[in-house]
């Protein structure tokens, strides 16, 4: 039986636990209690993390769409100008009008998939004590690259360029929808309006926008209901959700896989997830292949981390 330990018990980290059941030594968890931070949409392009888990997502029709501003260009320049602060395609470009298949997770996701760990998750641990220090055993890392490359030492630490995001959430009476409007109009503080089940989100990403949104949470959410035809009246609920890494913009990619191929190598550290390894597109999706290609890294240790691990 291999021996792991797993820092994180988001959801990177508890689908790592969940697959690897046994082999799992501890998840160890800075924060004081089980982290839900993800108030974004989350939609799953396949059922492979449902398959994995054995938890039954529903499988939904979503509509993505764009506002209609200037022109197909101006629009993507300017969604991705409100995103990130860079000139750069970007996932507006998918939203052609067309109805698309997707799968939803249940509301208590993060619950479920603790539920499934055969071990025990270790609250208000600080990572940074011990990381890369353990007693032989191998680590899962789901902390942001960027933290994990100061707590290891690694001396070529790049500008790692991201937007923190604010999520404006309210629950819509009497609603059952599933769809996406991209706003690259700059007079609106979103960039992105949804709509999922009966939640609207609107996604919003400047800086300082948090200090400026505070206290008008209800006209954002009404201005974003509104774009969407939904009644002001229908609106309730109305919160604000901070995330600190809302957008992030890649690095150097050959800077990327010798950290990550270095981390393994030299700590027995193997980061896991979108934050951790850097890489923007990446999809809980693509999480179940990368824990299984980790898996077979640490029972083979001399195999190449950088050329196994895909992205």
Same mark, same amino acid.
């Given at each position: 039986?291999?021996?792991?330990?797993?820092?994180?018990?988001?959801?990177?980290?508890?689908? *790592?636990?969940?697959?690897?059941?046994?082999?799992?030594?501890?998840?160890?968890?800075?924060?004081?209690?089980?982290?839900?931070?993800?108030?974004?949409?989350?939609?799953?392009?396949?059922?492979?993390?449902?398959?994995?888990?054995?938890?039954?997502?529903?499988?939904?029709?979503?509509?993505?769409?764009?506002?209609?501003?200037?022109?197909?260009?101006?629009?993507?320049?300017?969604?991705?100008?409100?995103?990130?602060?860079?000139?750069?395609?970007?996932?507006? $470009?998918?939203?052609?009008?067309?109805?698309? /298949?997707?799968?939803?997770?249940?509301?208590?996701?993060?619950?479920?998939?603790?539920?499934?760990?055969?071990?025990?998750?270790?609250?208000?641990?600080?990572?940074?004590?011990?990381?890369?220090?353990?007693?032989?055993?191998?680590?899962?890392? $789901?902390?942001? #690259?960027?933290?994990?490359?100061?707590?290891?030492?690694?001396?070529?630490?790049?500008?790692?360029?991201?937007?923190?995001? #604010?999520?404006?959430?309210?629950?819509?009476?009497?609603?059952?929808?599933?769809?996406?409007?991209?706003?690259?109009?700059?007079?609106?503080?979103?960039?992105?309006?949804?709509? $999922?089940?009966?939640?609207?989100?609107?996604?919003?990403?400047?800086?300082?926008?948090?200090?400026?949104?505070?206290? +008008?949470?209800?006209?954002?959410?009404?201005?974003? *209901?509104?774009?969407?035809?939904?009644?002001?009246?229908?609106?309730?609920?109305?919160?604000?959700?901070?995330?600190?890494?809302?957008?992030?913009?890649?690095?150097?990619?050959?800077? +990327?896989?010798?950290?990550? #191929?270095?981390?393994?190598?030299?700590?027995?550290?193997?980061?896991?997830?979108?934050?951790?390894?850097?890489?923007?597109?990446?999809?809980?999706?693509?999480?179940?292949?990368?824990?299984?290609?980790?898996?077979?890294?640490?029972?083979?240790?001399?195999?190449?981390?950088?050329? /196994?691990?895909?992205?």
């Amino acid at each position: 039986m291999t021996s792991i330990d797993i820092v994180g018990a988001g959801m990177a980290g508890l689908l *790592a636990a969940a697959m690897l059941r046994k082999d799992v030594a501890a998840i160890y968890e800075k924060s004081k209690y089980l982290p839900n931070n993800h108030s974004a949409v989350l939609r799953f392009r396949s059922s492979v993390v449902a398959d994995t888990l054995n938890i039954p997502f529903k499988e939904v029709s979503a509509f993505k769409a764009t506002q209609a501003w200037l022109n197909p260009i101006a629009e993507a320049m300017s969604y991705s100008a409100k995103t990130n602060g860079s000139y750069a395609l970007r996932s507006i $470009t998918s939203a052609d009008g067309r109805v698309s /298949k997707r799968y939803i997770a249940p509301s208590d996701l993060i619950q479920r998939m603790a539920d499934l760990v055969d071990c025990p998750i270790v609250y208000g641990r600080d990572y940074r004590d011990w990381l890369g220090r353990s007693s032989g055993l191998s680590v899962i890392s $789901t902390v942001p #690259m960027p933290v994990l490359m100061k707590a290891l030492g690694w001396k070529e630490i790049p500008d790692f360029k991201s937007r923190e995001g #604010m999520n404006i959430t309210a629950t819509i009476d009497d609603a059952e929808a599933y769809c996406s409007l991209y706003v690259p109009d700059p007079r609106l503080p979103f960039a992105r309006v949804s709509v $999922t089940g009966d939640q609207l989100i609107a996604e919003c990403y400047e800086r300082g926008a948090y200090a400026d949104l505070v206290g +008008r949470e209800e006209d954002v959410a009404a201005q974003a *209901a509104a774009l969407l035809g939904i009644d002001q009246d229908r609106i309730r609920d109305i919160r604000i959700h901070r995330q600190k890494y809302g957008k992030i913009l890649p690095i150097d990619e050959r800077l +990327r896989r010798e950290f990550v #191929m270095w981390a393994s190598e030299k700590h027995g550290v193997y980061s896991l997830g979108r934050f951790a390894t850097w890489r923007p597109g990446l999809l809980l999706d693509d999480i179940v292949n990368d824990v299984r290609v980790i898996h077979r890294l640490i029972r083979d240790k001399g195999a190449s981390y950088a050329h /196994k691990l895909k992205g």
